[in-house]
């Protein structure tokens, strides 16, 4: 059984709005870390996606100031 807020690879990479492939890229980089592993499915923490999320969005606007 996995524990509530633990996301799959693939419901992360479509909350993110991303591809798989890209997420295992971020993750490789260590931009974002998951959290367990239960055979060969990977979870990630939803509180670790959000503060990602809120990292990237910041990088953006700094990035294009307006």
């Known amino acids: ?3 509530e ?3 799959t690879s693939e419901a992360t990479a479509e909350y993110l709005g991303i591809t798989p492939n890209h997420l295992r890229q971020i993750q490789w980089r260590g931009a974002l870390k998951w959290k367990t592993k ?3 499915r990977v979870y990630y923490a939803l509180a670790d ?3 990602f999320q809120r990292n990237r969005k910041s990088r953006k606007k700094s990035d294009n100031p307006e």
Do not use: D, F, S
């Open 1 to 3: 059984m996995v524990e």
């Open 38 to 40: 239960h055979g060969n």
């Open 49 to 51: 996606i959000e503060e």
């Open 5 to 7: 807020g633990l996301l």
